[in-house]
């Protein structure tokens, strides 16, 4: 029996991790977990599953929760996630967290012993060079869950690490991938969360149509498996079969392939190494598909991603700027104060902006996160008080 902390339960990832638990009890159970304002999903899964430890954002919440639940044990704030992902009873931390508020928690829970089971890429973009020697440092392993990386993982079964020559990272290429940059001028929030292949949250939906998450992804490849950025090639896949592939020295190219379902690579990371039957999920057909697609990413009409290669590339400080930037300017999108092409543009701009620091540690990320987050917010103010 594993048992798990999940940190985001009621999230996409969060609640398709509680669909795989609540089809293999007598191999899972959830421990501990985690939620931010949407109490009312948190109160389904509760009544889905007994889980004894709860944290929410708020202590208002945690109180009146503790109320209606006296069997339970509840936590809030940035203390009482600390607290359920390094339970002593854990054995795994499923990370489901968006954005830079799944860094503190991951570190801690490595530090405590306990495996990774990473969904918040964050993590990595922002940290990889703090994460990965205290994975090498407490000997935990560190799980991909995100589809591609799970895909690039499996795969890598099929030879040694000093074998591989490349990785093929895919995409669908989001809700705009047929739309000119001309089109785009005038996209919707709606438009953007129209995602053709994968039902994810709204972040990493925006995140998909502006290729940022594909190069959020490049960045979590690099360290996930120690390659150069150079080796590491986006190709947009519009039927999402193919969810990546490696390319060995001897040009054997080994690829994962199944229906877009992230139950899979959720299952997989909790039942390593070993596998498990996905209960109702839908079986890859490739005779009724027939054709699959693949092309590069245009890098002006997609110019999100060679900013990212730049900014891993660079390194030290400035994925960090990358990703707080990001987070900010996709928000702003979301609230309808900026245009889906300034996304990227703000992004851009901090970057440019930023003086490198190579080597920050936790407190300097923190810092810079804010830094990165306040320069958006300033920039779109300056826009709109120069066009009034």
Not at 151 to 163: F, K, L, N, V
Not at 372 to 382: G, H, I
Request: net charge negative; charged share 25%; glycine share 6%.
């Amino acid at each position: 029996m594993k048992k798990i902390t999940v940190l985001g339960v009621t999230g996409s990832i969060g609640t398709q991790t509680v669909d795989v638990v609540a089809h293999h009890q007598e191999d899972f159970e959830i421990v501990a977990m985690s939620a931010g304002h949407n109490i009312a999903k948190l109160e389904e899964i509760m009544e889905l599953l007994p889980v004894r430890h709860i944290c929410v954002l708020e202590k208002a919440d945690a109180d009146a929760l503790a109320q209606k639940y006296p069997e339970c044990h509840f936590y809030y704030g940035a203390e009482g996630l600390n607290t359920i992902a390094t339970l002593e009873e854990t054995d795994i931390v499923l990370n489901a967290i968006v954005g830079f508020a799944g860094l503190l928690p991951t570190i801690n829970a490595i530090k405590a012993h306990k495996d990774i089971a990473i969904a918040n890429k964050e993590t990595l973009v922002v940290a990889g060079h703090i994460i990965m020697p205290l994975v090498k440092e407490n000997h935990v392993a560190l799980l991909p869950v995100d589809s591609e990386h799970s895909a690039i993982w499996q795969s890598m079964r099929g030879g040694q690490h000093g074998e591989v020559s490349k990785i093929l990272l895919t995409c669908s290429g989001g809700s705009f991938r047929d739309k000119s940059l001309e089109e785009l001028k005038g996209a919707t929030v709606e438009q953007a969360l129209n995602h053709p292949n994968w039902n994810m949250g709204a972040k990493i939906t925006i995140d998909s149509a502006t290729l940022i998450n594909k190069g959020l992804e490049v960045m979590e490849a690099r360290w996930l498996f120690d390659v150069d950025y150079d080796d590491i090639e986006v190709l947009i896949h519009p039927e999402s079969v193919l969810h990546s592939a490696v390319e060995f020295e001897d040009t054997a190219v080994i690829g994962q392939m199944g229906t877009p379902d992230m139950r899979l690579p959720i299952q997989y990371a909790l039942s390593y190494p070993h596998r498990m039957p996905l209960v109702n999920a839908k079986r890859l057909s490739l005779a009724d598909i027939g054709t699959l697609h693949f092309k590069r990413p245009d890098p002006e009409r997609f110019k999100a991603l060679p900013l990212a290669y730049r900014a891993g590339k660079t390194g030290g400080s400035m994925p960090c700027v990358f990703n707080g930037a990001n987070e900010m300017a996709n928000a702003l999108f979301r609230e309808g104060k900026i245009t889906f092409l300034e996304i990227v543009d703000l992004v851009e701009a901090a970057m440019n902006a930023h003086e490198v620091e190579e080597n920050p540690n936790l407190d300097r990320l923190i810092v810079i996160d804010e830094w990165a987050r306040d320069f958006v917010l300033k920039k779109v103010e300056e826009l709109h008080a120069a066009a009034h």
